[in-house]
């Protein structure tokens, strides 16, 4: 990992044997963190006093399924991205973009909840568009879609006209008049 940045340094001292993967766009890294390491590293990166990610700005998720080019390590990729508030007066860019790989069969990865309170709604709608799940979180259910509803329609195995679960909904006009 090549990249010109306090984080990133940092990481590879602390973290010598993962052999993290990174990126530098426009300012920003971007580090491929395994899933094993995960909550090790994001601790490590809110608690480190020089970094201080104190706050996580998002969490989503990409379906790799047939994406052209190369293979990635993972169908699903998990996308969280992190501010360091103190560190946006300082050089360099307050944001960290942290990614991780889940395949099929084994969907399930660290809850943020204890570390930002904030995840708690960004995990649930993760879990609701895309069907990973997020160990110890306090109230994981879906928070888009109705509790009956059967898939995860983010997911790019999910067919653009649905299953069929509008069909049962009345029609709405409006009078003329």
């Known amino acids: 990992m090549a990249i010109d940045h306090p984080a990133a340094t940092k990481l590879k001292e602390k973290f010598p044997g993962l052999g993290l ?4 766009f426009r300012g920003d890294v971007q580090v491929i963190v395994p899933k094993a390491s995960f909550l090790d590293v994001v601790t490590f990166l809110k608690n480190e006093p020089s970094l201080n990610y104190n706050m996580l700005s998002d969490v989503s998720a990409v379906d790799y399924l047939n994406y052209p080019g190369t293979a990635k390590d993972g169908r699903f990729g998990l996308v969280y991205i992190f501010n360091s508030i ?6 360099g860019s307050p944001r960290i973009i942290l990614r991780v790989f889940l395949n099929e069969g084994d969907l399930e990865v660290e809850s943020l909840v ?4 904030g995840a708690e709604w960004l995990e649930r709608e993760v879990w ?5 799940k997020f160990k110890n979180h306090p109230d994981l259910r879906r928070i888009l879609l109705w509790d009956g509803f059967g898939a995860h329609p983010l997911r790019k195995d999910y067919p653009v006209t649905g299953r069929g679960e509008r069909e049962g909904y009345p029609i709405l006009t409006r009078d003329s008049a």
Do not use: E, Q, R
């Open 21 to 24: 993967k990174g990126s530098n």
């Open 128 to 132: 609701d568009m895309f069907g990973i």
């Open 86 to 91: 103190p560190m946006t007066a300082g050089v």
């Open 114 to 117: 204890p570390l930002y309170a």
